[in-house]
């Protein structure tokens, strides 16, 4: 088919150096065709100059001009297809954020296990700012979401197989892209322009057990009608397999810690309730379940043996020494969701005339996750949220005690419940209904098609197209129960032959209703099991229509050459549903109330680019020119309307081999269909609670308050302890908010660039950047909501929109904190990109390539505002947003060979902020009563434990051989070693299996190969 010089210049020199060079003011350099895959920085060269492909015109990410090599002003990053799949990897956004240190997981397959809607998901951010802000395209369009709690474009539904490269630039893209770009954009570009078949077979396991992974690939791309047609067909499957707790040692272990503010001393609870850190070895760490299977009943507190009934008789050993204390929930769980996923993509691409050509692609991707979790374990305090299917009003049921008089109580029971007079405590693991298990179907559609072509005489492009995208998941969740059935099954009594037990309530049994019987293992009936269970089934669509055009050319010649302009015009449309069963729409059950709910949003939009050459080949600018941009966004959205974002960019070519470039941008994020119109709907946060520890005379900050919750006093009143603890774990809601209006973000960036003469191949960048965004849409964390409620000086009865938020039970435990989305925050980052390449040419020996990138976080803060006025927090050095990260890599490529060491770094860093600031003002408490000679004063206060990370290295090892066959034809055979030193990481306090899902996560020692045949 007939390749435009558009084309030409993408195909044979983006890979490489051509994209890099964009940055620089140099020629553009071609790839040697076995080098066409090297991942490359935006500034990274080739040592051999091709002097006619700097005279084409592209576009890159980050605009839709289309302007010489040497022309653009923004900072991009790429990473391709060779150094993708020495990874070894399955799993893209894995690949990208070990390669990329600009970027971070969003939501991974170690982190989403406890979401409600995500779990499978994988997404990446840009600058720690949230996935919301980070634009994620394929092939330069926009996409339909894979998330009901966002607009998240999960990599997940991207197989790695089927990606040519990817291209990431820092900071605001709105005025190009539209909403969403605040902090940046990741596009990812699938393969195309490939002939013949080709087909690739990757497996990889970890060393120490689990975490397998399978992936096949195949592909086929062919020209027709002359070569005016080209086809292109993809596939993937891949599975992985996920990594069990079982599979890790240190996963068994289940810490709970707390810092004595009076002793100043690290304490860790063992059987012998909470003692001091030092001295224990791990295996005495104990903070396990006391809802065995079987059943606790008369329970007095967590760290007394309860009683036990094994059938026969009350026990308080429970089931021995290794249960004395509770039972080892981390049995039943995954450290990584295992997944199953089927993608597909078909390109068709045709030369209607010499000057017009239709294109369109469409894709395909079906993913599958199972997420296991332990059998659902119940108290009499259980409680569920409901809403009456009469009147509409919410309200809340509470499970129970057992009658005394149930005819199911053993005796023995009976008889030591007297002093409980009409009632039984109880606790336990319902085995009997089965593990707790989440399975999620997701499926997605994506196709766009559309015309391209040039006009007058050439010098003008135009281009229009149609998107649509759909993303339907139903998720099922298995092995929950109904709350009011329980209620019902566990009123049972005689019937009228005396011998027959069955449930009181006569509506109850019409329904089906089987007695329940609590008391030893495997005691409940399966007829009972039936009853109670629940299985709700949650189905989410989303849609997304896009219509856009666009004409590109050379408006008008400035002496130092021609002014490149874009104009044209989009309309998006998108569409969210949430349809729900009757379980979850009216809830009552143990899992989450999830209402169903329907909205959409519309955008039309216009926009303009254009790039100023202002210099040329004068003393001091060999080059210079100006980048501005504009787009004007007209949105259905009742707080947004009418938006602007623009953009201002320049690149200075100082002289030959050094250049300055710079970018200012206002972009707007405006808020989504569920941020807006998604009503409360149901999710489990864990949180510290501030009244913790709450004693009769405790002084900490906000306890006098936590002392006006009945339910605390009378808590405090129970323990044989004299203090009120906390589960730390609480129903928390989610709700959008229709108020909402648009986040707007500032960015500024400003760097040079330097290929010094004297060192053939090497390529410098250095690039700061800065962004803040005002009128954030975020949620104040639970901690912080409860911060607002009991320690801001404002006592609790007083109007406190914090404190209506907080439920709390009769017991003093928090029954739910409603977390409702506001534009509430500042945030703002700052940082210095460090870029090298280096290309070293061994003659016989081969040739070496070096690649480094750095970033170096000045500051990532968070400004909000609470009761107290304005209240910033800077996170710099904490866990999750380094202050220095880093990937370096060094290839040798040698006859057919090709041999990669790859290392990704992370600076040291502290666990939590809000843990180290209680320690810090612990700390200064006592020495100002060390100060004042008080006989409380501890001479010598311990550090915080599990709170000081290490810096981490992980290094990887790939090797790749090319056989080449008759005919063009060729197998590549590879493999290779992640983490070579299986570094886990320290043990990570709160992380998942005790792992930090930034440190490894897990997994150890990983080793892959793969066999790829070409054709």
Known sequence: MNKKPITIAIQTAIY??????????????????????????????????????????????????????????????TLGKEAISDTGLGELSDILVDNMPSLSHGISNTTSQSSVSNTGVTTVQLRDLGSTRTLTLIDGRRVVSNSKSGN???????????????????????????????????????????????AKVRGGESVDGGEKEFTLDVDYGTTFADDRGYLFFSSTYDKQYGLKFTDRDRAAIEPSFKYDEDTMQNLIQTEDGYVHLTGTSQDQWRNRSDGIFGGVFLESSRFDPNYWYDGQTLRDDWKGNEEKYGINTRQFVQLKVPSERVSAALKLDYDITDDVTFYSQVQFSGNYTVNDKSPEDSYEGETATYVDRVTGEPGTVRLGYIPIDNPYVPEEIRETAGQYKDRIYWDRRMAEVGNVKTDNERETVRAWAGLQGTMFDGDWDWDVSVGYGKFH?????YNEFNVFRAQYALDAGYAEDGVTIQCNDAQARADGCAPLNLFGEGSISKEAADYIRANPVLNTYNEQTTVMGYIAGDLFEMPAGP????????????????????????????????????????????????????????????????????????????????????????????????????????????????????????????????????????????????????????????????????????????????????????????????????????????????????DAIDEFSNERIIEECYATGIPLGQPNEFCNAI???????????????????????????????????????????????WTHLLEHSNTSTGNEGKVKEDYVGYYGTFEDKASASLAWYIDDFRIRWSTSYKS??????????????????????????????????????????????????????????????????????????????????????????EYDAGTGRFIFVSAEVRF
């Open 807 to 853: 439920e709390r039970n009769s017991e003093g435990q928090i029954e739910e904190i409603l977390q409702r989305s506001y534009n509430i925050d500042e945030l703002a980052t700052r940082g210095v990109d460090i870029a090298v390449a280096y290309a070293y040419d061994l003659n016989d020996l081969g040739s070496l390539k070096f690649k480094l990138d």
């Open 152 to 198: 998240y474009v999960s990599m997940s539904t991207i197989p790695s197989g089927m990606v040519e490269r990817v291209e990431v630039i820092t900071g605001g893209a709105s005025a190009t892209y539209g909403a969403d770009a605040v902090s940046g954009v990741v596009n990812i570009i699938t393969q195309t322009n490939k002939e013949g078949f080709g």
């Open 563 to 774: 002014v490149a302009t874009v104009f044209g015009a989009e309309y998006r449309n998108e569409s969210q549903e949430a349809i729900t069963d009757d379980e979850l729409t009216y809830g009552g059950i143990t899992w989450n109330l999830v209402p169903g709910f329907k909205g959409e949003i519309s955008v039309a939009e216009v926009f303009a680019e254009a790039s100023f050459p202002l210099l040329k080949d004068v003393v001091g600018a060999e080059h210079l020119s100006l980048e501005a941009s504009v787009r004007a966004s007209d949105y259905d959205i009742k707080n947004v309307g009418l938006v602007s974002s623009y953009k201002l960019g320049f690149l200075w070519n100082v002289v030959e081999g050094f250049n300055v470039r710079g970018n200012w941008a206002i972009a707007q994020r405006a808020p989504s269909v569920n941020e807006l119109y998604e009503p409360a709907a149901g999710d489990f946060d864990s949180y510290d609670d501030l009244c913790d520890g709450t004693t009769m005379t405790s002084d900490d900050k906000g306890h006098d308050n936590c002392r006006l919750e009945p339910g605390i006093l009378a808590a405090i009143a129970d323990s044989e302890e004299g203090i009120f603890e906390d589960d730390n774990n609480s129903y928390s809601p989610n709700a959008g908010n229709p108020e909402l209006y648009e986040e707007t973000g500032e960015t500024f960036t400003l760097g040079f660039t330097y290929m010094p003469s004297f060192m053939d191949g090497l390529s410098l960048a250095v690039d700061y950047y800065d962004i803040s965004i005002t």
């Open 16 to 77: 490489s150096a051509l994209a890099s060079s964009a940055l620089v003011f140099t020629p553009a350099y071609a790839a040697e065709e076995s080098d066409v895959e090297k991942p490359v920085k935006q500034v990274a060269s080739q040592t051999e100059q091709v002097q006619e492909a700097a005279d084409e015109k592209i576009v890159i990410t980050g605009s839709r001009l289309r302007r010489d090599s040497f022309t653009v002003a923004t900072p991009l990053v």
């Open 473 to 477: 998941q139903e998720q099922f969740r």
């Open 908 to 997: 040291s860093a502290l666990r939590s902020k809000s843990t180290q600031e209680s320690w810090e003002e612990a700390m200064l408490d006592n020495d100002e009563r060390c100060a004042a000679g008080s006989e409380d004063c501890v001479a010598n206060p311990e550090s915080l434990a599990f709170q000081n990370y290490a810096s981490y290295f992980k290094h990887n090892l790939a090797v790749s051989y090319t056989m080449d066959m008759e005919n063009e034809s060729a197998v590549i055979l590879s493999g290779g070693v992640n983490n070579i030193f299986d570094d886990k990481g320290q043990f990570f306090y709160g992380g998942r299996g005790n792992f930090g899902s």
